[in-house]
């Protein structure tokens, strides 16, 4: 099939070279407690801390998010005897990330 109209047919290749002026960081605090409550307080004063150091350090707060808390329950699955019962919870695990955009050269 040959068309009528005049075609032209580009191919090309790119390329970019640079130097990087930013770069993003995942980091993750995580503990372990007895309690909900406990965990909860410890993963918060963990991560302040580390959003304190990194403020400290020159990120700037809209460089640093913090983001997906859980909280799991801790479970002891050995239960003793020809009849296990059900799993107990033994204590708690929580954690958040922390986002870090550092910048440089800007």
Known sequence: FQSEQPTIAVSAVGMARGVPDEVTVTMGVEVFALTTADVLEAVSAKSDALVAYLRG???SEQDLQTANLFVYPMYDYSQPGPVPGPPTI???QAGVTVYVT???GV
Request: charged share 10%; net charge positive.
């Open 57 to 59: 350090a020159g990120v």
């Open 90 to 92: 033994t204590g708690y």
């Open 102 to 104: 550092i910048r440089w």
